[in-house]
């Protein structure tokens, strides 16, 4: 479903070359969840904008449900539900149902499909209470609930989250969490990043590590614990790290 | 799609009450404040009175000519300099001792007028009194010259006749000066934090990726959000012209009575409101473009700032200048030609082909404003943080 071929990925920062990907290469299967592993730097951000169309490959080339993100980036987006941080992506001034309304029709979807979309996002997030409320004010729990139902409100089939926990407390954490297991039970392809090995212990059967820019490991969790003899997915990062297929300095 | 974009950005602008308060009823308030100065300013002349300082012992014929001056008070004082200083007079006036007999006797009287000219109401004292002295100066010279067998003509060896081209009151100038400068600045400060918003706000509030994962086009985003901002200064700048028209036309005297637009009344505020779409349109686009750069809303503000002093460098170029001394340039030139061309309308002036010249030179500039804007709207560096 979601084919990355030899990516690399450069950015000119003035007369600095920085490469934010290099060569990286993996496919992530129908109703798969993904963690993508790797520390603040790693190019997991880069990476998931550059599946999301955000960014054009410097080298390589990626391909989403059978589009190339380059070339057929409007097909994508149309398939695609893309959140970056946690409950981020919101206007504050307009309510929960204006900001819903409002993607659903930059996503082109009829007044009578978006109503019915929004009340079944209401249903499944719990979001009845404040659906005509303005944003603002909003504590970062219902403000991710918002967001992610934002994220989602035209039905993609894949959606990508980035570090979708950080900054959270403990309780808009598990929410995140408990709507995560919602999709994956729905059959939605989903790759999200993240620092928390717990999380991704959680919620993700396959798991991808990055390191500056380079893909560490890619593969099934289960094969990955039974292949490093552990279930500690800390010690194994970091163990990925230190080893490396290169020898990866940390 | 553009529509629905186009309404929410307005919606989500509008809704911004603090900001809108400020942007909106400063202007206003300003606009008021000037309205009721430039107003005050025109009528100052007319009831005010001033004061002038005298020493005691003036002779009847001194008190007679100073008596003779219209809206001045006399006060007999002991210490000139101490009174002036204190602010109890505006001006004083000093006959030397023997004044009466020197004139008398054909000789010169010295008068001294003493005076702080940094103070205006000393200046239109001290223009009041010198009149005044020139005409008792006339008068003893005339008296001199039949006692010494001598035609006063003969003394007026150039007559000057003035006569005035213009059929227009005075004030309309002021009118003309104060008018396109506030619009100017009520559109461009109005419209400044909608367009912070709309490009830096939602990259730092992470709103722009999520706009552009969506399928819509970018030249449409980019488009819907210049017409926003350019809405809002539009609405900024018909609410601004609407409060000044009231303003004059109920609570002033004298700028009313500058103002006569004649016949082509709706003709001019037709195509002033014509203009104000284009100004507000050229501002949005430059504002539009502080905005892409800026990374966060504060820095977007911080390139806007300098852009907003556009809108009042044009005076420098018009001030001072009749309508019929603007040259070509004058309405080819952008943000100047706005304000040459308001200059026009309020004179009640109604030129196509300026105006036509200003909307083309507007538009021409717009146009290419925009097209920088969708060339930096492309690149991840300016769209996404």
């Known amino acids: ?250 | 799609m553009l529509f629905n974009i186009y309404i929410k950005e307005l919606i989500d602008s509008l809704r911004d009450k603090r900001t809108l308060l400020l942007t909106v009823f400063l202007p206003i308030l300003m606009m008021t404040a000037l309205t009721f100065f430039y107003e005050n300013m025109i009528s100052g002349d007319e009831g005010e009175t001033y004061t002038l300082a005298v020493e005691s012992g003036l002779s009847s014929e001194q008190e007679m000519v100073l008596n003779n001056i219209e809206n001045v008070e006399l006060v007999t004082v002991e210490d000139l300099q101490e009174t002036l200083l204190n602010g109890d007079a505006q001006a004083a006036i000093v006959f030397e001792a023997e004044f009466d007999e020197k004139v008398q006797a054909g000789e010169v009287g010295n008068i001294e007028i003493i005076g702080d000219t940094f103070s205006q109401n000393t200046s239109n004292l001290i223009y009041l009194v010198t009149s005044q002295l020139a005409e008792y100066e006339r008068i003893l010279v005339t008296e001199r010259l039949i006692n010494a067998d001598v035609d006063p003509g003969i003394t007026q060896a150039v007559a000057i006749e003035q006569t005035e081209l213009s059929t227009e009151d005075s004030n309309i100038m002021l009118l003309a000066l104060l008018i396109p400068m506030i619009l100017a600045i009520a559109i461009s400060v109005g419209s400044s934090p909608a367009a912070a918003d709309l490009f830096a706000g939602e990259k730092e509030r992470k709103t722009m990726e999520a706009l552009l994962m969506t399928p819509v086009n970018r030249s449409t985003l980019l488009l819907a959000k210049f017409l926003t901002i350019s809405s809002v200064g539009t609405i900024i700048g018909l609410l601004t012209l609407t409060v000044v028209i009231i303003e004059i036309a109920f609570f002033t005297e004298h700028l009313k009575a500058a103002v006569n637009l004649g016949d082509q009344m709706i003709l001019i505020f037709a195509v002033g409101i014509i203009i104000i779409i284009l100004y507000s349109s050229l501002m949005g686009a430059v504002l539009m473009i502080t905005s892409i750069i800026g990374k966060t809303v504060k820095e977007a503000q911080s390139y806007a700032s300098p852009i907003l002093m556009l809108a009042v460098v044009p005076l420098i170029f018009i001030t001072g200048l009749s309508v019929n001394e603007f040259t070509l340039n004058h309405f080819i030139l952008p943000f100047v030609n706005i304000f040459a061309i308001i200059t026009e309308l309020i004179f009640g002036i109604v030129n196509w082909q300026h105006i036509l010249i200003v909307i083309g030179s507007n538009l021409a500039v717009i146009v290419i404003i925009f097209i920088i804007s969708r060339i930096l709207f492309s690149k991840d560096k300016w769209v996404i943080d």
């Open chain 1, 1 to 250: 479903m979601i084919e990355i071929k030899n990516v690399t990925k450069r950015f000119q920062d003035k007369k600095v070359s920085v490469t934010a990907l290099n060569h990286v290469s993996f496919k992530v299967g129908e109703g798969e969840v993904v963690g993508l592993l790797g520390e603040n730097g790693a190019g997991k951000t880069t990476l998931l904008r550059s599946i999301a169309t955000l960014h054009t490959p410097t080298e390589g080339e990626i391909n989403v449900g059978g589009y190339d993100t380059v070339k057929q980036s409007e097909k994508i987006k149309r398939r695609i539900g893309v959140l970056f941080g946690g409950e981020t992506g919101l206007y504050n001034r307009l309510t929960t149902r204006e900001n819903l309304e409002y993607f659903a029709s930059l996503y082109h979807l009829s007044k009578h499909e978006t109503k019915v979309r929004i009340d079944e996002l209401t249903k499944m997030f719990g979001m009845r209470d404040f659906l005509d409320r303005k944003v603002d004010g909003f504590s970062k729990g219902m403000r991710q609930k918002v967001a992610i139902a934002r994220t989602i409100i035209h039905d993609p089939d894949i959606i990508l989250f980035d570090e979708p926990t950080t900054g959270l407390d403990i309780t808009a954490s598990n929410v995140f969490r408990q709507l995560v297991q919602e999709l994956k039970q729905e059959g939605k392809t989903i790759i999200f990043s993240s620092h928390i090995m717990e999380e991704v212990d959680l919620l993700c059967d396959h798991v991808a590590m990055i390191h500056k820019g380079e893909l560490v490991y890619h593969g099934e969790k289960e094969a990955l614990y039974r292949e490093e003899n552990s279930r500690d997915l800390n010690y194994i990062f970091m163990s990925k790290l230190v080893r490396g297929t290169e020898g990866y300095a940390i």
